[in-house]
Nanobody, 124 residues
Framework: QVQLVESGGGLVQAGGSLRLSCAAS????????MGWFRQAPGKERELVTAINWNGGTTYYAEAVKGRFTMSRDNAQNTAYLQMNSLKPEDTASYYCAATKYGNIQFQRSLYDYWGQGTQVTVSS
């Protein structure tokens, strides 16, 4: 079992930066890939970025490529999402999620563990 707790959300002006953290507990954290999803009001929850079990491989959605960076520190049981050059369309609730698989997963249904979410609001 893995428990995930996100932090670091907030209100920022367009062009600004935020760093989200996802603190994990549970013995299986180091074995599974992780992802950050986001959900804006009235929209589907979408995968923004994902990372494999050891941090060696990452995936980024086109909308955030070049602006967002996902990383993980297995020694600290924490994953991070560095968000730069934020845009108003990045406004959403951001969720950290973990899988039981070592490789990156793209299907939301394969993520077994979820955090409670943290709000990111980007003003224009």
């Amino acid at each position: 079992q893995v428990q995930l707790v996100e932090s670091g959300g907030g209100l920022v002006q367009a062009g600004g930066s935020l760093r989200l953290s996802c603190a994990a507990s549970g013995r299986t954290f180091n074995h599974g890939s992780m992802g950050w999803f986001r959900q804006a009001p009235g929209k589907e929850r979408e995968l923004v970025t994902a990372i494999n079990w050891n941090g060696g491989t990452t995936y980024y959605a086109e909308a955030v490529k070049g602006r967002f960076t996902m990383s993980r520190d297995n020694a600290q049981n924490t994953a991070y999402l560095q968000m730069n050059s934020l845009k108003p369309e990045d406004t959403a609730s951001y969720y950290c999620a973990a899988t039981k698989y070592g490789n990156i997963q793209f299907q939301r249904s394969l993520y077994d563990y979820w955090g409670q979410g943290t709000q990111v609001t980007v003003s224009s």
